[in-house]
């Protein structure tokens, strides 16, 4: 959808029976972020509550006549739904409208197609792009040439549309094996990092929390930050020290955001697997945020669909600076956690003191057998931990020591890994 020149754009909210009025509200307004991120110049908003939606035109005659008169009076290029239309549906409102129709999963493909920077976040957002088009292949000709492009004949019979079938499935099946390729590297890296076993914490949080700024201030990283929805696609790694003078990983990842379409989720699982192999999340949350409670539930679901939800995290309230008095919403006291602002520089004391403590708390008794042509790992067992009882035996060394639970899994995996 991104063009040279801002596009015009209508933006649709619907309220179908069971849903959460103000929830509807608060996701036609971030659509209108979405829709400025990607270029548009959003002109107008209309809304309609339903019943069910119109299996033809989602919306009920009357609200489709009307949306087709403001693009005329309006001379619009487009018009946005905050929902995810069938291609039956899309292809009716463009005749009747006359002007091209994007729902919201196709807005947000079109928002990360124009961020992904790296070739890995380039072949995950066509990926799934490929996999919202297939479904939707009608006869909307020039959309599927756009996205799959170059795309010839067979033979004689063979319909456009078959080919352009044809033709992408064959491009996911091929996406599909360069990602797994990915995997396998990401899966080698994780292996070497692991050589000297460092505790990895992981920025998660919604669409535009400041977790690059806080990852930029804590490491001085050169990434991108930008007051824009889904500013990063690429995951970003850099070392931190902590005050204990412990060392850690500090990894940036993509912004959620409500109702992540699933095939984003699915093609950027490669990238998302820090987050399920991090020791600890850092939910990083614009505080200041009208909506900031229903984000932190949004993060959840995503972390939930990831197998993550359970990891141990700290909650982080951003722009705590932009509060009025500086005082926490009400939701904060069942949900504690360290205020900070990234953008003054406030809090990343208290930050990086509670990180520390967490790897430092829950510490157990434990028992390790080190074989000899593992001894390197002996003098990280008496740095890490403490040392209660070391026993020399023919084979190797044992030792019962307290340690905290994170370091007692490293040590555990590195010895696995290796006898």
Not at 71 to 92: G, I, M, P, S, W
Not at 176 to 203: F, G, M, Q, T, Y
Request: net charge neutral; charged share 25%.
């Amino acid at each position: 959808m991104v063009d040279t020149q801002q596009e015009k754009a209508i933006l649709v909210g619907v309220e179908l029976a069971g849903d959460d009025p103000i929830q509807t509200t608060h996701s036609l307004e971030e659509l209108t972020r979405l829709a400025e991120t990607a270029g548009a110049n959003v002109l107008q908003q209309i809304f309609q509550k339903r019943n069910k939606p119109d299996a033809a035109t989602f919306l009920g005659r009357g609200k489709v006549e009307e949306l087709a008169a403001l693009c005329r009076d309006n001379e619009a290029d487009l018009v946005v739904f905050d929902r995810e239309l069938t291609a039956v549906q899309a292809r009716n409102l463009e005749g009747i409208t006359g002007v091209r129709i994007v729902d919201r999963t196709q807005l947000i493909l079109d928002i990360f197609a124009g961020r992904a920077r790296t070739s890995e976040g380039k072949l995950q957002v066509e990926l799934a792009q490929l996999n919202y088009l297939l479904p939707r292949l009608t006869g909307r000709g020039a959309a599927m040439s756009r996205l799959a492009g170059g795309i010839g004949t067979r033979g004689p019979g063979e319909t456009r549309l078959e080919v352009d079938r044809r033709r992408i499935r064959k491009r996911i099946a091929d996406l599909n094996i360069e990602i797994r390729d990915i995997k396998k590297h990401r899966d080698l890296l994780r292996r070497s990092r692991r050589e000297v076993p460092i505790p990895l914490v992981a920025l998660v949080g919604y669409t535009n929390a400041g977790k690059s700024t806080i990852l930029r201030e804590l490491t001085g990283a050169d990434v991108l930050v930008e007051d824009k929805l889904f500013a990063t696609l690429d995951p970003t790694t850099r070392r931190v020290v902590l005050p204990n003078n412990e060392t850690i990983l500090l990894t940036d990842t993509v912004g959620f955001i409500q109702n992540l379409p699933h095939h984003l989720v699915a093609a950027f699982r490669a990238t998302l697997e820090e987050v399920v192999e991090a020791d600890l999340l850092l939910h990083v949350v614009d505080v200041s945020h009208p909506n900031a409670e229903s984000h932190i539930d949004a993060v959840h679901k995503v972390l939930e669909s990831l197998g993550a939800a359970n990891k141990p995290f700290i909650l982080v309230y951003n722009k705590f600076d932009l509060l009025p008095d500086g005082q926490l919403p009400l939701f904060e006291k069942n949900q504690p956690g360290v205020a900070l602002s990234a953008y003054r520089g406030w809090g990343f004391a208290e930050l990086l003191a509670d990180i520390a403590q967490v790897f430092a708390s829950s510490r157990l008794q434990k028992t390790f057998f080190i074989p000899y042509d593992q001894s390197w790992l002996l003098p990280l067992l008496h740095e890490k931990g403490k040392v209660l009882c070391e026993k020399h035996s023919e084979k190797g060394v044992t030792l019962n020591v307290e340690i905290s639970a994170i370091w007692a899994k490293r040590v555990e995996s590195k010895i696995d890994q290796s006898t």
